[in-house]
């Protein structure tokens, strides 16, 4: 009598000469999905979304890139770099079309899904930042508020932001009349911010050793889970009532939120875990790390998706 085992075995994407610190998948197009990633290298790179395979890299950063995005239909993408700009992309080419000057390093870059010309902007201004893409000249609205770095920026729908910064707040701006309107103290700055895709406007929240989630209306705390070390990022599965996270242990761990059972931990990188994001139909997961390099994982082990065929071990 046999017995069968399935591992989970992640495909490695090798290129970046430092950590890995940002990623972003795009939809889902008529040629599949794509993955973009920012390293302190200073060359984002551009890869299919299913297999990894590199189809590019984006060169005109001097110095780190910390921020990178791409459009849902994955024409356009946009980077933020310690050379104190943002930049903006063709996808398809690696031509750059745009820079936007800052006076300071751009932590985060993230474009509207719903108005298509705005790029938004965070940075150790201490601001936050909307650009008109089609004209770029100066930012079309400016946030103050924070007191601290403003590490991620991200569009919640058509009339607000959330920003996370080190002033250990996280924020929630109005966009017409470009006040806070509602704001998230914590105890230690948080690292990483992301809102779900399921229509329902939640907040998936790391800080310290914490993974917490908010209702994004509201701001009440839905769901909070301890974990062993500092985590970095945390990321919602498309449709499932699942996130995966990692920190500074070097692990990668997922659990269902609604009855808060870990579904799985496992040894992901040699380095500390910096980034992850699901894919846009959930098959698949990356993450970035400390140890230079990109990994996508199986949601489902074992089943035959991209490059994965099954295998009896």
């Given at each position: 009598?046999?017995?069968?085992?399935?591992?989970?075995?992640?495909i490695?994407?090798?290129?970046?000469?430092?950590?890995?610190?940002?990623?972003?998948?795009?939809?889902?197009?008529?040629?599949?999905?794509?993955?973009?990633?920012?390293?302190?290298?200073?060359?984002?790179?551009?890869?299919?979304?299913?297999?990894?395979?590199?189809?590019?890299?984006?060169?005109?950063?001097?110095?780190?890139?910390?921020?990178?995005?791409?459009?849902?239909n994955?024409?356009?993408?946009a980077?933020?770099?310690?050379?104190?700009?943002?930049?903006?992309?063709?996808?398809?080419?690696?031509?750059?079309?745009?820079?936007?000057?800052?006076?300071?390093?751009?932590?985060?870059?993230?474009?509207?899904?719903?108005?298509?010309?705005?790029?938004?902007?965070?940075?150790?201004?201490?601001?936050?930042?909307?650009?008109?893409?089609?004209?770029?000249t100066?930012?079309?609205?400016?946030?103050?508020?924070?007191?601290?770095?403003?590490?991620?920026?991200?569009f919640?729908?058509?009339?607000?932001?959330?920003?996370?910064?080190?002033?250990?707040?996280?924020?929630?701006?109005?966009?017409?009349?470009?006040?806070?309107?509602?704001?998230?103290?914590?105890?230690?700055?948080?690292?990483?911010?992301?809102?779900?895709?399921?229509?329902?406007?939640?907040?998936?929240?790391?800080?310290?050793?914490?993974?917490?989630?908010?209702?994004?209306?509201?701001?009440?705390?839905?769901?909070?889970?301890?974990?062993?070390?500092?985590?970095?990022?945390?990321?919602?599965?498309?449709?499932?009532?699942?996130?995966?996270?990692?920190?500074?242990?070097?692990?990668?761990?997922?659990?269902?939120?609604?009855?808060?059972?870990?579904?799985?931990?496992?040894?992901?990188?040699?380095?500390?875990?910096?980034?992850?994001?699901?894919?846009?139909?959930?098959?698949?997961?990356?993450?970035?790390?400390?140890?230079?390099?990109?990994?996508?994982?199986?949601?489902?082990?074992?089943?035959t998706?991209?490059?994965?065929?099954?295998?009896?071990?």
């Amino acid at each position: 009598m046999s017995t069968t085992t399935v591992r989970q075995v992640p495909i490695t994407c090798n290129g970046h000469t430092r950590p890995v610190v940002d990623l972003r998948f795009s939809d889902i197009t008529k040629y599949s999905y794509f993955l973009i990633s920012a390293c302190k290298d200073g060359i984002p790179m551009l890869r299919e979304g299913d297999t990894g395979d590199w189809i590019g890299s984006f060169i005109g950063h001097k110095g780190a890139v910390w921020g990178a995005t791409i459009t849902g239909n994955a024409e356009l993408a946009a980077t933020a770099g310690s050379d104190f700009t943002a930049k903006l992309w063709d996808a398809s080419t690696g031509a750059e079309l745009q820079t936007f000057e800052h006076k300071h390093i751009v932590r985060s870059v993230d474009f509207s899904s719903i108005n298509k010309e705005w790029l938004l902007t965070g940075s150790n201004e201490k601001l936050i930042k909307i650009y008109d893409v089609t004209a770029p000249t100066e930012p079309v609205k400016v946030f103050n508020g924070h007191t601290g770095a403003v590490k991620k920026a991200i569009f919640m729908d058509a009339k607000r932001i959330c920003t996370a910064s080190d002033d250990k707040t996280i924020k929630i701006f109005d966009i017409d009349s470009g006040n806070c309107i509602s704001t998230i103290d914590f105890p230690s700055p948080p690292n990483s911010i992301e809102i779900s895709r399921d229509g329902q406007a939640s907040l998936l929240i790391t800080h310290g050793k914490k993974v917490e989630i908010y209702d994004g209306n509201n701001l009440n705390k839905l769901q909070s889970f301890e974990m062993p070390c500092e985590m970095n990022t945390a990321s919602f599965h498309p449709t499932a009532r699942e996130f995966v996270c990692g920190g500074l242990d070097f692990r990668i761990y997922k659990y269902n939120f609604e009855t808060g059972i870990e579904l799985e931990s496992y040894k992901g990188h040699f380095g500390p875990i910096h980034c992850m994001s699901y894919s846009p139909d959930g098959q698949i997961y990356a993450s970035g790390s400390e140890d230079g390099t990109l990994r996508l994982w199986q949601n489902t082990v074992g089943i035959t998706y991209g490059l994965w065929e099954m295998v009896n071990v």
